[in-house]
């Protein structure tokens, strides 16, 4: 009789990496140490291990990638050092912050930012059908802007001129410009239901 592999009925916790920034001439609720402390508290309800964490004072963010170049070589070979898998950043990056350290980071680890994370234990613990799609609807309005511009390596596949669209934007599969800020994508039926 063949031996039966089973499978953990619980997956393995993901090893998590905090990051946190403190901006002079800005007044907190929480000192930067209490926040990341809450964070880490978060994380380890979503189901994720906290392996280490990292933080920088700065005067205002860092217009492409959030924190400093050093800070972020800092960072990676923690990264490298503790094996994380996700690092997570107690404030909300925008869209370009993000897409900028995914880079960086060459996608070998998930950027996360706080609101993310608190979206995704919302997403967890949602016990009804109508909390499970009001989560979710949350979650596409916030991912929306993070998908600017993110098949753009698709777009000379746009057409061949001729007056048929081939003017190089990329159109969605339901004709949305996705480079066109104004454009309102059509959400799941969660948000008619």
């Known amino acids: 009789m063949p031996k039966k592999l089973t499978e953990p009925t619980l997956r393995a916790r993901e090893r998590t990496f905090l990051v ?13 140490d209490e926040s990341l402390a809450e964070l880490s508290l978060l994380a380890d ?21 959030f924190i400093g170049p050093g800070k972020i070589e800092e960072i990676r070979a923690l990264v490298d050092e503790l094996k994380a898998e996700v690092i997570i950043f107690d404030d909300e990056l925008s869209p370009r912050h993000q897409r900028e350290l995914e880079k960086l980071f060459n996608q ?8 993310a994370l608190i979206l995704d234990i919302f ?8 909390g499970a799609l ?7 309005e916030y991912r929306l802007p993070r998908l600017t511009r993110a098949w753009t390596h698709l777009a000379r596949q746009a057409g061949g001129g001729g007056g ?11 004709g949305v410009d996705l480079d066109d800020p104004r454009s309102a994508w059509e959400l799941p039926t969660a948000a008619n239901e």
């Not at 189901?47 to 700065?58: F, P, S």
């Open 134 to 140: 009001q989560v979710e609807l949350a979650q596409y």
């Open 123 to 130: 997403a967890q613990h949602a016990s009804t059908n109508e």
């Open 20 to 32: 946190g920034a403190e901006f002079h001439g800005q007044d907190h609720l929480l000192s930067l």
């Open 108 to 115: 070998d680890v998930r950027i996360l930012d706080r609101t």
């Open 164 to 174: 048929r669209g081939g003017d190089g934007r990329l159109s969605g599969r339901l």
């Open 45 to 65: 309800t979503a189901g994720l291990d906290v392996v280490g964490q990292a933080t920088q004072r700065l005067e205002r963010p860092y217009v492409q990638t």
